[in-house]
């Protein structure tokens, strides 16, 4: 005590690894509830790039850190880091805000709930230990899980989501992909799953192709028609295809080198070109069918 105020003793070393382990898990739980690729080495950087900036925002001469705008750069920072430069970087950060937000509410039900005072040493402080704060973690990803399950059910029901990466002649690209196991399309030749893919997203695969756009792709026979004996050795054929509403419809399909879904590589595998978004939200922007393994 010195004249009348209290002084916090704060350890820079346990605040550091428990900041680290909250940031961790934040971003880790954004990114799951988006259905967002998860690297543990480029979480593990953007959680320590949080908790050396919590770090230096203690210190008496780096107190313009807890400026907002400070604070808002470093969590732009934190999102990079962790999932680079993602289309559904917007939505994936706004969901790191929504569960820091209901983080912070639940740290403070269960400081309130064992009889603390959450004002001293702050959310964070020693008050509550290790225990408290995994517990406030889970409650509050749990409840945004609940809240957002018919935004977020193709993360975790209906079908897997994982990285699908498509080679062809040492170019790739890698985009989210969604196992569909109602889609029963088969290459007719070696009778696995044919990937569909927005073909927007194979442009850079295959650059020899005119612009890939919704109007071109909407009429494949016309495009196929047109572009007879301009690719060389780039082989591109028709996939018919039932779906709701569309009793027999068509879509332009070549083949690429490898794709990579997760655990699983195909060879010399179809992909069909779709003219439009397979996704309501943008949570992904390819369908692969069967089973896992298949």
Not at 87 to 102: D, I
């Amino acid at each position: 005590m010195r004249g009348g105020d209290a002084v916090t003793v704060v350890y820079l070393d346990a605040f550091l690894v428990l900041n680290f382990v909250v940031n961790y898990l934040l971003l880790a739980c954004a990114g799951k509830l988006d259905g967002e690729p998860v690297g543990r080495g480029r979480t593990a950087l953007a959680a320590a790039l949080g908790a050396a900036y919590g770090g230096l925002a203690l210190l008496p001469d780096w107190g313009f850190l807890e400026h907002p705008v400070c604070k808002a750069g470093a969590a732009v920072l934190m999102l990079l880091a962790a999932f680079g430069r993602s289309e559904r970087l917007l939505r994936t950060g706004a969901l790191f805000l929504v569960l820091s937000c209901a983080f912070g509410g639940a740290l403070l039900l269960v400081a309130m709930v064992r009889g603390g005072d959450p004002g001293t040493g702050g959310l964070l402080g020693p008050s509550l230990g290790m225990r408290g704060i995994l517990i406030a973690a889970a409650l509050s990803y749990g409840m945004l899980s609940l809240l957002l399950r018919g935004q977020f059910a193709h993360t975790r029901t209906g079908g897997e989501l994982q990285e699908l990466t498509l080679s062809r002649q040492g170019r790739s690209v890698t985009v989210l992909a969604l196992r569909d196991t109602g889609n029963t399309l088969q290459d007719p030749v070696t009778g696995r799953p044919v990937v569909v893919i927005e073909g927007e997203k194979l442009q850079t695969l295959v650059p020899e192709l005119p612009v890939l756009d919704r109007q071109s792709l909407s009429h494949p026979v016309d495009l196929l028609r047109d572009l007879e004996g301009e690719l060389g050795g780039l082989r591109l054929q028709l996939l018919p295809y039932r779906a709701v509403g569309v009793e027999c419809g068509m879509l332009l399909a070549l083949r690429v080198d490898r794709a990579r879904y997760g655990p699983w590589e195909y060879r010399n595998c179809l992909t069909a070109l779709s003219p439009t978004p397979l996704s309501d939200g943008g949570g992904y922007c390819a369908l692969i069918g069967g089973r896992e393994g298949a």
